[in-house]
């Protein structure tokens, strides 16, 4: 009767305090909506800033995938020189594998798009309910790296492919489509995709069968 309470198992010491590092996750989950929603000034017309939300759009379909796959597929069709074919058919890989990967990631974390995003996205499939990451971010960091590494350009232009990736993927937070989790995380799957593209860098001698149909 007088004899003190048993312990607790560790494990239930756990569970009945919250761990630092869920209470940091759940506090960095908070601070991302909140400011996503402050920065989604083009959320809607009604927005602060909804008079450039037209301008916003073009600026998503300048990432789009469909765009880019289209005008390197076109590219290489009309290509008459053995390098640039080489280029072009790795882009076309380059942006194939951003599409697996992009949406394979989206499947498995289902994150749901801001509730203030409006879905009239330009030619969207079922994974582009999700939200984490952003494709476009994704694409903008792949096809910025991979444009700077292989194509020659003058300091001008190799500044301009960059604000482009840069304006592309703010983009998506201005316009709601993303939280800034989304696209920063996409920035880093991007450019670490690229890494993978030099890895299985396609070429006459790795993949002759390709470029005979070339």
């Given at each position: 009767s007088g004899a003190a309470a048993a312990p607790l198992p560790e494990e239930d010491c756990m569970k009945l305090n919250p761990s630092?590092?869920?209470?940091?996750?759940?506090?960095?989950?908070?601070?991302?909506?909140?400011?996503?929603?402050?920065l989604g000034v083009c959320a809607g017309e009604g927005s602060a800033w909804g008079s450039a939300r037209p301008l916003m759009k073009v600026i998503e379909v300048s990432g789009?995938?469909?765009?880019?796959?289209?005008?390197t597929f076109y590219g290489l069709c009309q290509s008459d020189s053995s390098a640039a074919r080489e280029v072009l058919l790795n882009l076309l890989f380059a942006l194939l594998l951003d599409l697996v990967m992009v949406a394979a990631v989206k499947g498995?974390?289902?994150?749901?798009?801001?509730?203030?995003?409006?879905?009239?996205?330009?030619?969207?499939?079922?994974?582009?309910?999700?939200?984490?990451?952003?494709?476009h971010a994704t694409r903008a960091a792949l096809v910025c790296r991979f444009v700077l590494r292989h194509l020659v350009?003058?300091?001008?232009?190799?500044?301009l492919v960059v604000l482009?990736?840069?304006?592309?993927?703010?983009s998506r937070v201005m316009l709601g489509r993303h939280?800034?989790?989304?696209?920063?995380?996409?920035?880093?799957?991007?450019?670490?995709?690229?890494?993978?593209?030099?890895?299985?860098?396609?070429?006459?001698?790795?993949?002759?069968?390709?470029?005979?149909?070339w």
């Open positions: 630092f590092v869920g209470i940091a996750l759940s506090s960095l989950l908070a601070i991302d909506l909140w400011a996503s929603k402050r789009h995938g469909i765009p880019w796959l289209l005008g498995l974390v289902k994150r749901p798009r801001p509730t203030h995003n409006k879905m009239d996205m330009f030619v969207t499939i079922s994974v582009d309910k999700y939200s984490f990451p952003s494709g350009l003058a300091v001008p232009l190799r500044v482009w990736a840069l304006i592309v993927s703010i939280n800034m989790t989304d696209v920063l995380f996409g920035l880093l799957l991007g450019y670490a995709l690229y890494g993978v593209v030099e890895h299985c860098w396609l070429s006459p001698a790795t993949a002759p069968a390709l470029f005979a149909l």
